[in-house]
């Protein structure tokens, strides 16, 4: 899952058609006559995770560098905050596999240390101090958890198939909690970004709903809380879907699957892959990790490995209390 990552502006589907399900929540595979292509085969489903989908959605031809292009071209260095995300997700992790009532702050340095990724830095000194920021960020954020309380699922992998789509995914966390209707689960996704989130950034996330989707299939229990736990600022972004606004999620990713397929069927059928999968220049190139081989990020500022963590480890201005959940 998604940790310390930079989130770009994300398009719409390229395809701009009407969203298949109108609102209404699209049926699991299982549920759904197959659907025949030709020769009587079924049609092939889109194999995805939350990524994939994104990386199509954010610049189609990042997608092709990445997901089809062999051998792939090649990357930029690490990102120190991919690094610092990775460690605290990973610390994270080993928590919740440690036994209760050795779930005491005192433990944190350890996981911490056994898990720290350290690609990326600038140097050891804002590499020690990336890593003294992560712990205070741990220890605030342990005192915050109900102590004897296990989540349902710690880096917990759904999966759940479509009329179009296969999905995977890996969820930071799924809660068990009991709602106004009885039990319920809840996603949860760490941040460590510098930026602070809010109940929009919830509410958009796709992963989030694709996530709440399938786990409510995966589990049997109705899934509609997605949060988004912000780290550095303490601040948790919730948001409650309906099942309308989970279709019009899980529809969005279908139109986006059906995009990825036809460009991909394009180039098969002998297309320019560069029409195919055109580039999206925007601020995102500056991030990206194949802005070196690409003609779309020639333009973009070239941004050290460190630059974000460097932001991320300026003073934080404390936020208010946690967002409001709301309701689409
Ligand atoms: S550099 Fe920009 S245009 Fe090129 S693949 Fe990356 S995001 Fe797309």
């Not at 958009?204 to 399938?214: F, H, I, N, V």
């Not at 320019?272 to 925007?282: I, L, M, R, S, Y």
Request: with cysteine; hydrophobic share 35%.
């Amino acid at each position: 899952m998604a940790g310390g990552r930079i989130c770009y502006v994300r398009r719409s589907s390229s395809s701009g058609r009407p969203t298949s399900s109108g609102g209404r929540t699209p049926r699991p595979r299982g549920d759904q006559p197959e659907q025949l292509g030709f020769e009587g085969m079924p049609e092939r489903l889109f194999v995805c995770t939350p990524s994939k989908l994104g990386s199509y959605t954010d610049c189609p031809r990042r997608y092709r560098y990445s997901y089809v292009d062999r051998p792939t071209p090649v990357k930029g260095p690490p990102w120190a905050h991919n690094s610092l995300g990775a460690s605290v997700h990973t610390a994270l992790r080993n928590w919740y596999a440690l036994p209760e009532a050795k779930r005491r702050p005192e433990a944190l340095p350890v996981l911490l240390k056994g898990t720290w990724v350290g690609e990326g830095y600038r140097d050891g000194e804002q590499e020690r101090t990336a890593y003294r920021r992560a712990l205070q960020w741990l220890e605030s954020y342990v005192e915050t958890l109900e102590p004897g309380v296990d989540p349902l699922g710690v880096e917990r992998v759904v999966a759940v198939k479509t009329a179009v789509l296969a999905f995977n995914g890996r969820a930071d966390r799924i809660d068990a909690r009991t709602g106004p209707n009885g039990p319920e689960l809840a996603i949860v996704d760490y941040k460590t970004g510098r930026t602070g989130l809010d109940v929009d950034d919830a509410r958009g996330s796709q992963a989030l709903a694709l996530y709440a989707y399938a786990a409510e299939r995966v589990f049997r229990r109705p899934c509609h809380r997605v949060e988004l736990h912000h780290l550095p600022t303490g601040t948790v972004a919730a948001f409650d879907h309906t099942p309308e606004s989970i279709a019009r999620q899980v529809s969005r990713a279908e139109d986006t699957a059906r995009d990825i397929m036809a460009a991909e069927r394009a180039v098969t059928d002998g297309a320019d892959p560069d029409e195919a999968f055109p580039v999206a220049p925007g601020p995102g190139c500056a991030w990206c990790d194949f802005r070196r081989t690409c003609p779309g990020g020639a333009g973009a500022p070239a941004k050290e490995p460190w630059a974000a963590v460097e932001r991320t480890l300026l003073p934080v201005t404390p936020t208010p209390p946690p967002v409001s959940p709301a309701t689409e």
